[in-house]
């Protein structure tokens, strides 16, 4: 019955990692590819969807028919989301976004010191932390336009629970309709070609696992669980 759902409908994605400069030659950054985000592109576009790609650093091919959207920090990244939000249908946040950013830019490049005496001083890096961008797009949800929002969550599991506790109260505490809980660590980690994913609701208990599964697999499944979504009226 969701064949077809996603015809005609604007979708936004956010993929890649963000970088977050220091000085002009330096950023702090992480090891996300891109990769799953151009799969979710690639096959929205596929199946009619009109597609903006918010692409963070992603040195990938650009799928035919996908409007791309190059950003670097993860202020651009909040800014490009917003603006492609303003008419869209659905917003998946699979970019990995920084949660801090140093709290100065250096305009020239952070030196070595050779003074005698501080031949081992080594400059502080003071952080802050950046907008929750996801947290941001529920929040605005009710003014206008509301638009299922898909959130993504990289777990490894530990002490304080396993992946799919983790991912619940994550589903919980970011109030999205839909969270892809990739599951990381061992031989699953960033960059990797295979996934495995749970995709949860918050409506639900019933979890549906995907994978180990390219991320073109993954991400069909992701746009299957969203078509329902869009079928069945909408999240709210
Ligand atoms: O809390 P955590 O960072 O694991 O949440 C991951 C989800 O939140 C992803 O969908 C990611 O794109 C989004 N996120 C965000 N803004 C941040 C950090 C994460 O939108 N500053």
Not at 41 to 53: E, N
Not at 93 to 116: G, L, S
Request: aromatic share 2%; hydrophobic share 45%; proline share 6%.
């Amino acid at each position: 019955p969701t064949a077809g759902a996603l015809a005609g409908c604007h979708v936004v994605v956010s993929a890649g990692g963000t970088r977050e400069p220091l000085d002009p030659v330096r950023f702090l950054g992480n090891r996300s590819s891109g990769k799953q985000g151009f799969a979710l592109a690639q096959v929205a576009a596929s199946r009619g969807a009109r597609v903006t790609l918010v692409a963070a650093n992603a040195e990938l091919p650009v799928p035919d028919g996908v409007d791309v959207v190059p950003v670097e920090t993860a202020l651009e990244l909040q800014e490009a989301v917003r603006t492609a939000t303003a008419d869209a249908d659905v917003v998946v946040m699979a970019a990995a976004v920084a949660d801090f950013r140093p709290r100065e830019y250096q305009d020239a490049k952070i030196k070595k010191t050779h003074a005698p005496g501080q031949e081992d001083s080594a400059p502080t890096i003071e952080l802050v932390r950046n907008p929750d961008i996801l947290a941001g797009l529920v929040a605005d949800r009710g003014q206008g336009r509301s638009p299922v929002i898909v959130g993504f969550a990289a777990e490894t599991g530990d002490a304080s629970g396993d992946v799919l506790s983790l991912a619940r109260a994550k589903l919980v505490r970011k109030r999205c309709d839909l969270l892809v809980a990739n599951q990381v660590g061992r031989d699953l980690t960033f960059g990797k070609d295979d996934s495995l994913v749970h995709l949860l609701r918050p409506e639900s208990e019933e979890v549906r696992t995907v994978g180990p599964a390219s991320k073109t697999v993954v991400a069909e499944a992701v746009w299957d669980e969203v078509g329902e979504l869009l079928a069945t009226g909408g999240p709210v």
